[in-house]
């Protein structure tokens, strides 16, 4: 079973930019999307970004103009570039794999933690 691991995160004042790493156990190009989602306290879990296979990406409305995402197959991983970062980005950030770039698929990482400070 693929296991996937998130790294980069932290904490970071408001304006600040973090980057985010998901490095899976196989190879991405086994996936047809790879997305990131957050999940704050008392919150549902929801989607931040995504990327397919052919580099099709998709965006929360929130994020977009902020965040982007990005694959190198060859390293088998997937990031997180977040920029101008805002305390309501606060949440742990989950790394996904599925088949959709619009809805989740069964494979998690661990997550990490990511808090902004205002």
């Known amino acids: 079973q693929v296991q996937l691991v998130e790294s980069g995160g932290g904490l970071v004042q408001a304006g600040g930019s973090l980057r985010l790493s998901c490095s899976a156990s196989?190879?991405?190009?086994?996936?047809?999307?790879i997305g990131w989602y957050r999940q704050a306290p008392g919150q549902q879990r929801v989607l931040v970004a995504a990327?397919?296979?052919?580099?099709?990406?998709n965006y929360a409305d929130s994020v977009k103009g902020r965040f982007a995402i990005s694959r190198d197959n060859a390293k088998n991983t997937v990031n997180l570039q977040m920029n101008n970062l805002k305390p309501e980005d606060t949440a742990v950030y989950y790394c996904?794999?599925?088949?959709?770039?619009?809805?989740?698929?069964?494979?998690w990482g661990q997550g990490t933690q990511v808090t902004v400070s205002s």
């Open positions: 990327i397919s296979s052919g580099g099709i990406t």
């Open positions: 196989r190879s991405t190009l086994r996936f047809d999307a």
């Open positions: 996904n794999a599925g088949v959709s770039i619009f809805i989740p698929g069964g494979t």
